[in-house]
């Protein structure tokens, strides 16, 4: 099964671990702090659309995209209650481009680390640097594989993995580790890194 169907599955059961109902706190961290000025950004992966809502909250212009068609219904309807303007579309990220690119800002909480092999990593990688303007920056919260697991939870990734498939296409300004934020007293591990695209990438 595709990651993608995969994902589908899941949201039609309802087994969204992932999905905790309010915006991760590394993106706002990761915002405010570096800091990252409101410009027009794309959430890969939305999910249900808590972190879009929150960038749109805070002066971007939002177009979230994801491949769930049950994701994307729930994340317009929850944009519709908080009054906010966000563009939630399905579009499936490694095979169609999102009309509205170049963004200033990219994020993905969970879509990147998704992908098993190298090549879909670098693919995903490359394509994030094909929507973004120069000097455009992508933050990704991926699962992290120092932590030692016992019983299910997100994909794990080595630092080097991320780092062998991002560096061709973007520099990077800061890796660290951390936890999801969750609504669970021990969430798993994970890894925040915020990057440049390269010149010319
Ligand atoms: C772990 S979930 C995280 C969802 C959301 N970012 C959040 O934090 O709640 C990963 C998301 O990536 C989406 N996804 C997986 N492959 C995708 C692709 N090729 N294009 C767009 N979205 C994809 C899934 O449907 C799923 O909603």
């Given amino acids: 099964m595709t990651v993608q169907k995969g994902y589908k599955k899941r949201y039609k059961t309802g087994d969204t671990p992932w999905d905790i109902g309010k915006p991760d706190f590394n993106l706002v961290e990761g915002v405010t702090k570096h800091p990252i000025l ?3 950004a794309l959430d890969i992966g939305c999910g249900t659309g808590d972190n879009s809502i929150w960038l749109a909250q805070n002066g971007f212009q939002v ?14 309807e929850k944009a519709s209650r908080a009054g906010v303007k966000c563009d939630f579309r399905i579009v499936d990220f490694l095979e169609n481009p999102v009309k509205g690119a170049p963004f200033g800002f990219v994020f993905d909480r969970g879509c990147f680390h998704s992908f098993a092999s190298e090549k879909d990593r670098r693919r995903f990688a490359q394509n994030v640097a094909a929507h973004l303007e120069e000097d455009g920056l ?24 991320i780092i062998s498939a991002v560096e061709p296409y973007f520099m990077i300004l800061s890796l660290i580790s951390t936890h999801f934020g969750s609504n669970h007293p021990n969430p798993p591990r994970a890894w925040r890194c915020l990057m440049q695209k390269r010149y010319a990438a």
């Fill in 138 to 161: 992508w933050l990704t919260l991926a699962g992290n594989a120092d932590e030692d697991r016992r019983g299910p939870g997100p994909p794990q990734r080595t630092a080097g993995e």
């Fill in 63 to 76: 177009i979230g995209t994801d491949t769930s068609e049950i994701a994307i219904q729930k994340a317009k």
């Fill in 38 to 40: 409101a410009c027009s």
